[in-house]
């Protein structure tokens, strides 16, 4: 079996983060000058992001702890899935490929 | 400065004069205005309505000139407005003359005020604590905003609320305050010895009238203020008062949707609507009379008195 | 006169003679007329000068620079944007005008008030490049067959190419004056001397045709309200580009190539007359032994240019012979620009539907 190297994904540099309340985020993209304000698991990926870098996907539910918080993994994984589609909508997150440069 | 007359402290003669001439300036505290117009029945409206500002000297600095003239046709007299040689808006019969100037004023203002994040609300002040009231269509912001001046609060503004960037204060930017239809009578009923200016029928807003800036919030123009409320407030005719807490992620949203140049701004804009947003209560209100809205925001004023900024942000 | 004032401010920021408070309200005015009061504001930066201004003065000269900076950061965007949808495409991709001066970074792109995004591809090429900007979700805005016709087959650019996310349009071109015109520089040409900038996906025409085309724009294709920056943008390019060894021999060779005595002439006539620009003396000559109009043509010329460019007293409606000075050179812009037949369909069709002013409130 070939060796697929891992998919991690980071929030884009640059990106301005100010909390606004207990779940939710105001953010700035200095390339766009657009502001999103994301809540829920995305903003609990964003945060994670900015204190640890990048992260491998398949590892974000765990990283997350929503089981902790009482969902399913099925839940979880739909609910992570859901707020990657949300930030990779919004520009706001790149995929790394582990040891090259980011791709999208 | 000591010995400028004010606008209503000169005849309607040598006002009229001066508006011809080198035009009136006046300091509306974040910007100076100069008009100039030959119109006698714009002289007199200025005299109602920035009676209490004084004139200042021709050889200040203007941010805004607006030149009021009035052009001829076969079937009736029409007033334009030159700004900076450009006629930008349409003109409008004579008659209409007066929010003609207002909005080409507000309009122009707008568009030259990137010096601050400029939000759409009336702002008006105890002392030095600042009220914001965000602008949003038929929620009589204005009459409101009207109504606060006239029961004692300080007006910097039923319009515009410019906050610097660097400090997070407000500052005034005096002006009349447009009044609608039925909001007119009720300002004038209640309060009929604060001076209204002409009333204009026929607009596409219906019939306006302004109501002149106090003495009190003229003299204080200079003065900036510290935002320390936001209030959306919402006019419900026959329902009990209500004030309730707003999230501040709903207030972002509508805060740097209705402002006039969040987006402009960039990230300084981002950085002060949410220090904004990190220094102040946030609320609606709903109201149906004067009265209860007067009793819910005096209490609002009084309560948080004693109460230190920091308790408050981690309550949120 | 004011304006004069002006571009003496703009070619010295902290000359001793600092203007009034009552000078500067007349000078901010005539600034934000001509579009260049962010790029003064620009200059005083540049120069360490921004101190030397009244507070108000520097509170409105600010704002307008605000608004620069907003649409220089949307041009970049813009341009990120180009390279990632027009990059795998493998053809030139040259920029022009504002959008050339703020990839390069050259001072007189800082505090620019720019527009569109102007973008130079060879004819050949635009086919493709339309198609791949359409396919990113680009689309011409609410135009007309006319209009579109008007600009594909007459003109040198397409209609403007919008984004439903973006603010700022881009305006597609192959050459930098109207096919139908009197003058026709060679379009491949411009992109065989293009020079390819640092990032090497995007590049800007070389200097001596940057220059030319300014002088194209000053005086064949302007939108008549944008002189004075084209003025100073000339200035600057001429003591920018001038400094380089070999500047002035490739400027003549280039106006020869491309047969644009006339707007070269008058260029430099009115840069040195007004601003006191260096003179790249063959290309001078070379672009006067063509060009050389009859004096009364010149006389008129000089008389025209003189009432168009600077404004008139702010509160006043535009002058009536600056107004007819501004006509009389449009008409001489769309009388070079079209064989007489389709000028008189296009102002035909034009005349039909006035444009209105914005109502208020």
Same mark, same amino acid.
């Given at each position: 079996?070939?060796?697929?190297?891992?998919?991690?994904?980071?929030?884009?540099?640059?990106?301005?983060?100010?909390?606004? %309340?207990?779940? %939710?985020?105001?953010?700035?993209?200095?390339?766009?000058?657009?502001?999103?304000?994301?809540?829920g698991?995305?903003?609990?990926? @964003?945060?994670?992001?900015?204190?640890?870098?990048?992260?491998?996907?398949?590892?974000?539910?765990?990283?997350?702890?929503?089981?902790?918080?009482?969902?399913?993994?099925?839940?979880? #994984?739909?609910?992570?899935?859901?707020?990657?589609?949300?930030?990779?909508?919004?520009?706001?997150?790149?995929?790394?490929?582990?040891?090259?440069?980011?791709?999208? | 400065?000591?010995?400028?007359?004010?606008v209503?402290?000169?005849?309607?003669?040598?006002?009229?004069?001066?508006? %011809?001439?080198?035009g009136?300036?006046?300091?509306?505290?974040?910007?100076?205005?100069?008009?100039?117009?030959?119109?006698?029945?714009?002289?007199?409206?200025?005299?109602?309505?920035?009676?209490?500002?004084?004139?200042?000297?021709?050889?200040?600095?203007?941010?805004?000139?607006?030149?009021?003239?009035?052009?001829?046709?076969?079937?009736?007299r029409?007033?334009?407005?030159?700004?900076?040689?450009?006629?930008?808006?349409?003109?409008?019969?004579?008659?209409?003359?007066?929010?003609l100037?207002?909005?080409?004023?507000?309009?122009?203002?707008?568009?030259?005020a990137?010096?601050?994040?400029?939000?759409?609300?009336?702002?008006?002040?105890?002392?030095?604590?600042?009220?914001?009231?965000?602008?949003?269509?038929?929620?009589?912001?204005?009459?409101?905003?009207?109504?606060?001046?006239?029961?004692?609060?300080?007006l910097?503004?039923?319009?515009?609320?410019?906050?610097?960037?660097?400090?997070?204060?407000?500052?005034?930017?005096?002006?009349?305050?447009?009044?609608?239809?039925?909001?007119?009578?009720?300002?004038?009923?209640?309060?009929?010895?604060?001076?209204?200016?002409?009333?204009?029928?026929?607009?596409?807003?219906?019939?306006?009238?302004?109501?002149?800036?106090?003495?009190?919030?003229?003299?204080?123009?200079?003065?900036?203020?510290?935002?320390e409320?936001i209030?959306?407030?919402?006019?419900?005719?026959?329902?009990?008062?209500?004030?309730?807490?707003?999230?501040? #992620?709903?207030?972002?949203?509508?805060?740097?949707?209705?402002? !006039?140049?969040?987006?402009?701004?960039?990230?300084?804009?981002?950085?002060?609507?949410?220090?904004?947003?990190?220094?102040?209560?946030?609320?609606?209100?709903?109201?149906?009379?004067?009265?209860?809205?007067?009793?819910?925001?005096?209490?609002?004023?009084?309560?948080?008195?004693?109460?230190?900024?920091?308790?408050?942000?981690?309550?949120? | 006169?004011?304006?004069?004032?002006l @571009?003496?401010? !703009?070619?010295?920021?902290?000359?001793?003679?600092?203007?009034?408070?009552?000078?500067?309200?007349?000078?901010?005015?005539?600034?934000?007329?001509?579009?260049?009061?962010?790029?003064?504001?620009a200059?005083?930066?540049?120069?360490?000068?921004?101190?030397?201004?009244?507070?108000?003065?520097?509170?409105?000269?600010? %704002?307008?620079?605000?608004?620069?900076?907003?649409?220089?950061?949307?041009?970049?965007?813009? @341009?990120?944007?180009?390279?990632e949808? @027009?990059?795998?495409?493998?053809?030139?991709?040259?920029?022009?005008?504002?959008?050339?001066y703020?990839? #390069?970074?050259?001072?007189?792109?800082?505090?620019?008030?720019?527009?569109?995004?102007?973008?130079?591809?060879?004819?050949?090429?635009i086919?493709?490049?339309?198609?791949?900007?359409?396919?990113?979700?680009?689309?011409?805005?609410?135009?007309?067959?006319?209009?579109?016709r008007?600009?594909?087959?007459?003109?040198?650019?397409?209609?403007?190419?919008?984004?439903?996310?973006?603010?700022?349009?881009?305006?597609?071109?192959?050459?930098?004056?109207?096919?139908?015109?009197?003058?026709?520089?060679?379009?491949?040409?411009?992109?065989?001397?293009?020079?390819?900038?640092?990032?090497?996906?995007?590049r800007?025409?070389?200097?001596?045709?940057?220059?030319?085309h300014?002088?194209?724009?000053?005086?064949?294709?302007?939108?008549?309200?944008?002189?004075?920056?084209?003025?100073?943008?000339?200035?600057?390019?001429?003591?920018?580009?001038?400094?380089?060894?070999?500047?002035?021999?490739?400027?003549?060779?280039?106006?020869?190539?491309?047969?644009?005595?006339?707007?070269?002439?008058y260029?430099?006539?009115?840069?040195?007359?007004?601003?006191?620009?260096?003179?790249?003396?063959?290309?001078?000559?070379?672009?006067?032994?063509?060009? #050389?109009?009859?004096?009364?043509?010149?006389?008129?010329?000089?008389?025209?240019?003189?009432?168009?460019?600077?404004?008139?007293?702010?509160?006043?409606?535009?002058?009536?012979?600056?107004?007819?000075?501004?006509?009389?050179?449009?008409?001489?812009?769309?009388?070079?620009?079209?064989?007489?037949?389709?000028?008189?369909?296009?102002?035909?069709?034009?005349?039909?539907?006035?444009?209105?002013?914005?109502?208020l409130?």
């Amino acid at each position: 079996m070939r060796d697929v190297p891992a998919l991690e994904v980071r929030a884009r540099p640059g990106l301005r983060r100010r909390p606004l %309340s207990v779940d %939710s985020i105001a953010v700035f993209d200095p390339r766009s000058w657009r502001t999103h304000i994301v809540g829920g698991a995305a903003a609990m990926l @964003l945060t994670l992001f900015a204190e640890r870098g990048a992260h491998r996907v398949d590892a974000l539910v765990d990283a997350l702890d929503l089981a902790g918080a009482g969902f399913s993994p099925e839940e979880a #994984q739909a609910l992570v899935d859901k707020a990657l589609s949300e930030l990779h909508g919004c520009d706001l997150i790149e995929r790394v490929v582990a040891d090259s440069a980011p791709v999208h | 400065m000591r010995g400028a007359p004010t606008v209503a402290g000169l005849a309607l003669e040598p006002l009229l004069e001066r508006l %011809s001439a080198s035009g009136v300036a006046l300091d509306l505290g974040a910007c100076t205005v100069r008009f100039r117009a030959s119109h006698r029945a714009f002289a007199h409206a200025l005299r109602t309505l920035y009676g209490a500002f004084p004139i200042e000297p021709d050889s200040g600095f203007a941010d805004v000139t607006v030149a009021l003239h009035v052009r001829r046709a076969p079937f009736g007299r029409w007033a334009r407005l030159c700004i900076d040689g450009e006629w930008p808006f349409q003109d409008l019969p004579l008659a209409m003359h007066l929010p003609l100037v207002e909005w080409g004023l507000n309009w122009t203002i707008a568009h030259r005020a990137h010096a601050w994040l400029l939000l759409h609300a009336g702002v008006v002040a105890r002392g030095d604590r600042a009220l914001l009231m965000p602008a949003f269509s038929g929620v009589g912001k204005s009459t409101l905003t009207a109504a606060l001046m006239c029961h004692g609060y300080r007006l910097l503004s039923d319009e515009f609320c410019p906050i610097d960037p660097a400090t997070g204060s407000v500052s005034p930017l005096l002006r009349p305050v447009c009044l609608k239809n039925d909001s007119i009578d009720r300002i004038a009923e209640r309060w009929p010895e604060r001076p209204i200016g002409p009333r204009t029928a026929g607009t596409h807003k219906g019939t306006i009238a302004h109501l002149a800036p106090s003495p009190a919030s003229v003299s204080a123009r200079k003065r900036p203020a510290r935002p320390e409320f936001i209030v959306f407030p919402r006019y419900q005719a026959g329902e009990a008062s209500a004030l309730e807490p707003v999230t501040t #992620q709903r207030a972002f949203v509508k805060l740097s949707g209705n402002a !006039f140049n969040y987006s402009l701004l960039g990230e300084a804009g981002f950085v002060a609507l949410t220090n904004l947003l990190g220094q102040c209560r946030i609320y609606e209100l709903r109201y149906s009379n004067f009265d209860e809205a007067f009793e819910r925001i005096d209490a609002l004023f009084a309560e948080t008195e004693a109460v230190p900024l920091s308790a408050e942000a981690a309550r949120r | 006169m004011s304006a004069q004032r002006l @571009l003496l401010l !703009f070619a010295d920021p902290l000359q001793p003679q600092q203007p009034t408070l009552a000078q500067w309200d007349r000078l901010v005015r005539i600034a934000r007329i001509g579009s260049v009061a962010s790029l003064l504001h620009a200059r005083y930066e540049a120069a360490g000068a921004l101190d030397a201004l009244p507070a108000p003065v520097a509170r409105q000269l600010r %704002s307008e620079r605000t608004v620069a900076e907003y649409r220089i950061r949307m041009t970049r965007w813009n @341009l990120e944007h180009l390279v990632e949808v @027009l990059g795998p495409l493998d053809i030139e991709l040259v920029l022009l005008k504002g959008a050339a001066y703020i990839a #390069q970074d050259v001072p007189w792109g800082r505090g620019r008030l720019t527009g569109d995004v102007d973008l130079m591809v060879r004819a050949s090429q635009i086919p493709r490049a339309e198609a791949a900007l359409r396919e990113a979700g680009w689309r011409f805005g609410e135009i007309t067959d006319y209009d579109e016709r008007y600009y594909r087959e007459w003109s040198h650019e397409l209609p403007p190419l919008m984004h439903p996310e973006r603010p700022l349009p881009i305006d597609l071109h192959h050459t930098i004056l109207p096919v139908t015109g009197r003058l026709r520089p060679d379009g491949d040409a411009l992109v065989d001397a293009s020079v390819a900038l640092p990032d090497g996906r995007l590049r800007v025409l070389a200097p001596e045709d940057q220059v030319l085309h300014t002088c194209c724009h000053l005086f064949e294709d302007s939108d008549m309200w944008h002189q004075l920056r084209d003025l100073l943008d000339l200035d600057a390019m001429l003591r920018e580009y001038g400094r380089g060894p070999d500047f002035d021999e490739r400027l003549a060779a280039s106006v020869a190539r491309h047969g644009l005595h006339r707007p070269l002439h008058y260029g430099l006539r009115y840069a040195r007359r007004y601003l006191g620009s260096p003179m790249p003396e063959r290309a001078r000559r070379e672009a006067a032994r063509h060009a #050389q109009p009859s004096p009364p043509t010149e006389w008129l010329m000089d008389a025209l240019v003189a009432r168009s460019l600077f404004p008139d007293s702010p509160d006043m409606p535009v002058r009536a012979s600056r107004l007819w000075a501004k006509r009389a050179l449009k008409a001489r812009q769309f009388a070079r620009r079209f064989p007489p037949r389709l000028l008189a369909r296009h102002l035909w069709t034009k005349w039909v539907r006035p444009s209105r002013a914005p109502a208020l409130g």
